[in-house]
């Protein structure tokens, strides 16, 4: 969740979008001073159902059962 | 007390608390005053048509207020403060002349706040560092001359500024085995409170078959503003095509960005767009 608040705050120099063909889009970002890249997908991206789904699958990430 | 016969007075006080009033109503007084004691309140009111100098010397170790309020129609006054631990203000309500302030100081603190309708201001620093903290605000309405003969001056556009800054923005998208018609985009929301500038943008279209590699490879560029739906900048080429925009595109906070790059060949392409900006 770390990078879609970093892309909806604007906190980067750089990001590379790749669209996925089921609608989801992968998204990069960086920024200079920070040793450290944010990948993510998204569905839905900017969209009130906006969700970070599962990188290599593109599904809803899974939630730890704590119990 | 004696009398001398030219009329003068010799008057000798030895006491520990002495109060001595004297008027003196003459055309002509001469009255040296030679006073040698440590605390000493002394109240002098001149009423005269004209003064001559007056010459005052105070050496003491510590001094008070000094009250001086002089309503001539014309007064020259020179002075010179050699170091005052507490600071000097000077409260200058009308001066239709010229004021020079020469402060010879290692270390001088001035602070001025000039609350004029019309001010010359020369200002001549021949120091070799000068720093500024904090912001420095200017509106000028008038012409503003700027002489730097500083072998070192770095002035940097406001594109520059951003990447030293570090707020400059770079966009990519890029895919592959794209048929005619269809292409990549990506998009951005400009963060709360901030305005995306776009400066720049480029694309390329190359063939996703070898056999394809020598035909044309027609592409076409569209910068949009979604929340508008405004199209703001686009362009065409083959194989790619790019522009740098003289005059910034400003997208307002909250508002979608979206820069497509679209496959104008007729066989199937790999393609990308990149964009670059600032956001301030």
Known sequence: ?67 | MADYPDYTSLMQIIGSDIMVPIDVQAAYIMMPIDIQAQYVTLEIDIIAQSVGNIAIDIAAQTLGNIAVNIAASAVTLNVSIASIAGGVTFNIGTVSGTVNVAIQSSAVTLNIAIQSSAVTLNVNITNTTINVSGSVTATISGTVSINITAQNVGVYLQPEWAAKTGVDKNFLASTTNVAFGSGIYGDYTVATGKTLYICGFSCDNFAYNQADADSNQMCCVYLTDMTTDVRLAEIGGNGGAGMVLSKPIAIPSGHQFRYRVTNRANHYTSLGITVWGYEV
């Open chain 1, 1 to 67: 969740m770390k990078g879609l608040e970093k892309l909806h705050s604007g906190d980067f120099n750089d990001m590379s979008q790749e669209w996925q063909p089921d609608g989801s889009v992968i998204i990069t970002l960086s920024k200079r001073g920070e040793d450290k890249v944010y990948k993510f997908r998204v569905r839905n991206l900017y969209q009130p159902d906006e969700q970070e789904v599962d990188i290599a699958t593109g599904k809803p990430i899974a939630k730890r059962d704590i119990r």
